[in-house]
Structure formats: structure tokens, C-alpha cells
């Protein structure tokens, strides 16, 4: 997704130019590979954090962008989350892993980023816990210079993704067959579960998301999902109800594997997250 053209990469891009067209200068985003134990969630506060290395990307794509960490909105992260009783430290040595940067890196190709704040999932993946972890922050919403952001995946198993053409021809967007009947059903779902709800019942919807029976397969492990849940509470208050959302890309890579972008909120009428 990061060194190859995508619909996907396009669409995040164009999100960043209307980021700094709207004078975004904090980005706040949970991604899926790092968790903290136990009752613990982490927030990057390493002042010049490195990035950990993409298998099968040349490094030509990422080593010299200049990630640009914001200690300052970090702080006041911790401070609300400690505030909504959770258990949220700082972490001044992760380094920044690929679900991050390489969305930064296509939003701002420029390398004139805003300044990041990055959050860590907490690894007993509890919807209910990340969700209210984004009703910890939602306030933040109201504020034009903040952009909150969770990334992941619609369908991310894997174990059951197909492997044959990246290993024998490194094409990660070759599509031989169909996506399987069980990554079709559940990604249906999860455009049913955003695309249809607002303000609590999007809550409702998207944690429920994980009782189906396809959740399973379209998902061997938790850690792809969560961040839906995690926005799902930034944007699922009452006040939220008939707030838009756009479905703005889809990408399909590995055989199985669905990437799809939503923003929810727009730009005019209410506050923005992706």
C-alpha cells in the first residue's frame, strides 16, 4: 500500500490536502500493531521516534521521511484518557510502525505533515474499552485544527489471504479469483454496519460487528478491527445522529484482504475523522 498506486493511497491523499487546506495542525491516530498489557494504553512520546522496516518495501520509500511527533498534544492526550479512568502512560521509545507512517507518507508526500500524536490499542482488545477511549477524546472534535484517525482493516486474516502471487511475483493487487464468499459477506457488513448507522446505533453497530459469524475468518485476530471501535466512539455520540460519512476508497490485496476508507463527518458541517 505504500509503494504501489492504489485507489486507496489516492484517496488518502486527497484527505491530506484538505487537511492542511483546513488548517489541521494536530493528526491523533490509533493503528493496529502496537498493544499495551494488561489494563494499559500507550501513547508515543519518543521526540524522534524511528520507523520499523516494511517486509517486501525498498526502504527508498520511507527512510528519509521525517516523521514529526507532537510531545505537546501528547501530553494532553494522557491527561484525558487518565481523566475517563483510564490507565494511559507515555512511551519515549516505541518506534513507529508501518500502519502509521505509510498513511502519513500518502497524505503528505510533501513531507509537510502535522505534527502526530500516536496511540497504542490495549492487547485484551475489549470493543467496549476502545470505544470508550474514543468517547475520552472526542471532545477534540470541536476543535478545526485536529484530525482523529484509526487504521486497520475491513477484512485482514492472514492466514487465509492468497499468498502465490506476492511470493512468485511480488504483486500484492493481483486478484486470480474472487475474494472468498466469507470476506465478501463480512466486509458487506461492515459497510452496512457505518455506511447506515449514526450517533449511538453506529456504537451499537460496529462492536456488534464482532458476534458474526464471519468475524472469525475475516478476522483470525482482533487487532485489524479494533480501531473501528476506537472511531466508532469519536463518532457516535447523540449529537452525532445524521452526521455524514463517505465512503471514499476500496482496495483489495492478498486475494482476501479489503481496505476500505471512510471519513466520518465533513468538512462544512461537522467535525472530521477518518
Known sequence: MLGEESTSADYWEKCGQAALRHGVKHIIIMGAHWSALNDEIQVSMNPNPGKDPIGGVHPRWYKDYKLIPDLPMGEHVIQLLRDSGFNAKPNKSCVWIHDIYTLIIRMFPGGNMPPTTVLSTNARYD????????????????????????????????????????????????????????????????????????????????????????????????????????????????????????????????????????????????????
Open 127 to 274: 470493543p467496549h474499552f476502545h470505544m470508550r477511549m474514543g468517547m475520552a477524546l472526542r471532545s477534540l472534535r470541536s476543535r478545526p485544527d485536529v484530525l482523529l484517525m484509526g487504521t486497520g482493516g475491513a477484512v485482514h486474516n492472514l492466514y487465509r489471504n492468497v499468498w502465490g502471487p506476492i511470493v512468485k511475483y511480488n504483486d500484492n493487487f493481483a486478484q486470480e479469483v474472487p475474494p472468498a464468499n466469507w470476506a465478501l459477506n463480512f466486509r458487506q457488513e461492515f459497510e452496512d454496519a457505518v455506511m447506515k448507522n449514526s450517533g449511538p446505533a453506529l456504537r451499537r453497530a460496529v462492536v456488534s460487528l464482532m458476534k458474526l459469524p464471519d468475524f472469525r475468518d475475516a478476522h483470525a485476530t482482533d487487532d485489524h478491527f479494533i480501531a473501528a471501535c476506537f472511531c466508532a466512539g469519536l463518532v457516535g455520540h447523540e449529537d452525532d445522529v445524521g452526521a455524514p460519512v463517505e465512503f471514499g476508497a476500496e482496495t483489495w490485496e492478498l486475494g482476501n484482504m479489503c481496505n476500505d476508507q471512510y471519513t466520518f463527518g465533513s468538512w462544512e458541517a461537522f467535525p472530521v475523522a477518518c
